[in-house]
């Protein structure tokens, strides 16, 4: 029978734990980049499948067992806070590592200090189950318990704590170890250790290719501010870096107003404007918006700092704005309120993503996607590689429903070369009806600009957009008339123009014979920034050579992640053949735990994104979907011995299933909820399908024999985390409805290997 006690110490270290994944993404996106901080840590989390190997081949008994399941638990929280602290010193060059190779050992001391804290769990977890494994669903239960309340206390922490979050994780971990081993005097030096370490100052050192660094480099520069909530960290900077005027004309000769620059997670920077001296307003392309409408009523979506705001009221506008984060908000309504001339009081600004904003049953006469929203701010959700809903199929042809009989849809991005943004973004324009006859497309030397009407233009409307292009010297790249590509900011060739037609005149050829993918994506495929081809990768490494950077770009990075996961799952699974090769293993029933890691994280990743969409915020979509599966997981493992497997799995099935072809219409009809009702709505309806899911884990550890307990864990542990690559690489690629079928089929493949191996092995 297990103790109490044991039950506690599981709970709070896999709350702990938990919470430690949670909070390392955040630091560490702010550190140096998303990506990267996903890189490691998907990679770091291997620690607790190598657990299971460690103490699969090394076969522990008795005192030894006991004495090792002490020292992980005492070291659980020790190596959570130094191992930050010490990670934190290291500075890593992404670019560095590839021309000095010697470089990467940085980021192996990375994985190996971020890893042993999630090895330690893995040891007190693994000898836990091969202690109590009658009592696998109990013990199974106060884990994914702990680990639910840890994915939402996280974020609170994370807002309260701010840099310092390790500290109380790691005192979690402190009562966590008290639960198991009596060395109170230890344990009371650590918690003051640790206590004391609130008061020593400590900064984040932040990657020197972020635009804070960059911007406090400058002489005479200020850091005026900085606030923290549960997703993002804002800094506020007076600098001479910060110019933000994005595709300004050339012609305009003044100077910009003066302007105080906003970070988020330490990039993205765009500006407050003083709202004085504002000429240069009319040499933006976004205000080509206001040329074809006196006095517009105006939505601008993900408004950041307000400068498409700004203009829209000084061209007479009735404006309103969607923002996503609240502490931009505040500090345009209150501590730069006068600064920017009250342009948040004056505009009916909304809390929320634009998505959500367009669904509300109202028109405009101009639509504007300002380009602040390109920073995409991301809590700790590990589906996510640069996921834009407000730049797909559906999100078009939600716009332009919400446009007026005469309404505009005006987008700006960044110009980039070779061509590939322009191309897909052009490329969702052709998927509204009659879009050749109601899009213009124009550049400056940085940003590309599309116009898209809600009918046609006509002749004058036409000619009052090339009086504009034409007087900031813009070049056209597509109009529906005669013009003249490549004119001001001249190329060798027209190349933007030559794709653009490439696209009309061939279509489907052009996207598959091109470089890149710039086909549209939709909802179900939403990585608007992927670009990468497989078909394409010997050309394209040909082509790029030296200067190829595989941290920073998505496609490459998931190739380069899948390669390593692949290579450590292997290692993981089949190092422990060598400790077991003269016995008879029934490698089916260890197999089945493969499949279940794998078609959990395939799940909930698939969720977290259904979800997203539906909440409008990705940290409120990680936190319910996290919370929610582990909550009713926990409580599905507790009841897991009244149901026979077969049934469990021919339920799980037929609920994907389900799920597959209901989920969106019905998170569809729900979505004018409130907030809190969505969640609470959301939470109800993930609770059966989680609750099912819930019970395979511990229902194959009763199964087999103790000795492979170990190992049934570390083949668990290592298709977990390459399930959440895997699934991340198959939904950009072919899309997160094969992603959640697949997930049924491995539940029924889990099955069937179980089954074969007789629910023995030996």
């Known amino acids: 029978m297990i103790p109490k006690k044991y039950l506690i110490g599981i709970f709070l270290i896999s709350l702990a734990t938990l919470a430690f994944e949670v909070a390392l993404v955040r630091l560490f996106s702010i550190i140096q980049f998303y990506h990267f901080a996903f890189m490691v840590l998907s990679i770091a989390m291997f620690g607790m499948a190598a657990a299971g190997t460690v103490l699969s081949v090394r076969k522990w008994e008795g005192e030894r067992e006991e004495q090792f399941f002490r020292i992980a638990a005492l070291g659980f929280p020790i190596a959570v806070v130094v191992g930050f602290f010490l990670a934190n010193m290291l500075s890593f060059d992404p670019y560095k590592a590839i021309v000095e190779p010697p470089h990467l050992l940085r980021l192996l001391l990375y994985y190996l200090l971020f890893g042993i804290p999630f090895f330690l769990f893995g040891v007190i977890l693994t000898l836990a189950f091969r202690r109590f494994q009658k009592d696998a669903g109990k013990l199974y239960c106060s884990n994914l318990l702990g680990s639910a309340i840890g994915s939402l206390l996280a974020l609170p922490l994370i807002a309260v704590f701010q840099e310092k979050v390790i500290l109380p994780l790691g005192i979690l971990g402190l009562f966590a170890a008290a639960c198991f081993l009596r060395k109170w005097k230890i344990l009371f030096a650590l918690g003051m250790l640790f206590l004391a370490l609130f008061f020593v100052p400590f900064q984040l050192n932040l990657s020197e290719y972020k635009e804070l660094h960059k911007a406090l480099q400058v002489p005479n520069s200020k850091h005026l501010l900085e606030k923290w909530n549960s997703f993002s960290k804002v800094d506020v900077v007076q600098s001479s870096f910060t110019r933000y005027a994005p595709g300004l004309s050339s012609r305009f000769q003044g100077n910009l107003p003066e302007q105080i620059g906003i970070t988020i997670d330490g990039g993205g920077m765009n500006a407050i404007t003083e709202r004085r001296d504002l000429e240069f307003l009319e040499f933006l392309p976004n ?141 969702l324009a052709l998927t509204l009806p009659e879009a050749e006859k109601k899009a213009v497309l124009f550049r400056s030397w940085t940003t590309v600009t599309l116009l898209l009407s809600k009918q046609p233009l006509d002749e004058k409307q036409l000619q009052r957009i090339k009086n504009f292009t034409d007087s900031n010297r813009f070049d056209l790249i597509y109009f529906p008339g005669n013009f003249t590509p490549n004119i001001y900011g001249k190329f060798p060739e027209p190349y933007y123009y030559d794709a653009i037609q490439g696209i009309l005149q061939n279509g489907t050829a052009f996207y598959q014979d091109y470089l890149f993918d710039v086909t549209p994506v939709t909802d179900d495929r939403p990585f608007y920034f992927n670009f990468f081809k497989w078909s394409k990768v010997k050309k394209l490494f040909s082509i790029i050579g030296t200067k190829w950077q595989p941290f920073q770009d998505s496609g490459f990075l998931m190739l380069f992640l899948l390669i390593q996961a692949v290579l450590l799952a292997i290692i993981f699974i089949l190092l422990p053949l060598k400790v077991f090769r003269k016995e008879q293993v029934r490698k089916s029933s260890l197999l089945y735990f493969f499949c279940i890691g794998l078609s959990y994280l395939f799940l909930e990743i698939v969720l977290i994104q259904k979800f997203t969409l539906f909440l409008g915020q990705s940290v409120y979509a990680f936190s319910l979907v996290l919370f929610a599966m582990l909550l009713f997981s926990g409580i599905g493992a507790y009841y897991a011995e009244r149901w026979q497997l077969k049934n469990v799995m021919l339920i799980l099935f037929s609920l994907i299933l389900a799920y597959h072809f209901s989920l969106s219409p019905v998170l569809e009809t729900f979505s004018p909820l409130l907030l809190l009702q969505k969640m609470f709505f959301g939470a109800l309806l993930i609770s059966p399908l989680a609750f099912f899911m819930g019970m395979p884990f511990p229902a194959g550890i009763r199964r087999i024999q103790n000795p492979y307990i170990s190992w049934a864990w570390a083949i668990n542990g290592s298709a977990s985390v390459l399930g959440s690559i895997l699934a991340v690489t198959i939904a950009m690629h072919i899309g997160y409805s094969v992603v959640f079928l697949f997930g049924g089929v491995l539940y029924i493949l889990g099955w069937a290997l179980i089954k074969k191996g007789n629910g023995s092995t030996g």
């Open 287 to 427: 205000t080509v918006a206001f040329i074809l409408h006196k006095e517009p009523k105006v939505l601008v979506l993900n408004a950041g700092a307000g400068l498409d705001v700004l203009n829209a009221l000084e061209h007479k506008g009735t404006v309103t704005a969607s923002e996503s984060n609240p502490i931009v908000i505040e500090l345009l309504q209150n501590q730069y309120k006068d600064f920017s001339g009250n342009i948040y009081e004056e505009a009916d600004v909304i809390l929320g993503e634009g998505r959500n904003i367009i669904k509300q049953e109202k028109q405009y006469d101009a639509i504007i996607l300002s380009l602040a929203g390109n920073v995409l701010s991301s809590a700790a959700g590990l589906s996510s590689l640069a996921e834009n809903y407000l730049l797909t199929t559906e999100a078009f042809q939600d716009y332009y429903h919400a446009l007026s009989e005469n309404g505009i849809l005006v987008i700006t991005r960044w110009l980039d070369y070779p061509p590939r943004e322009v191309l897909r973004l052009f490329s």
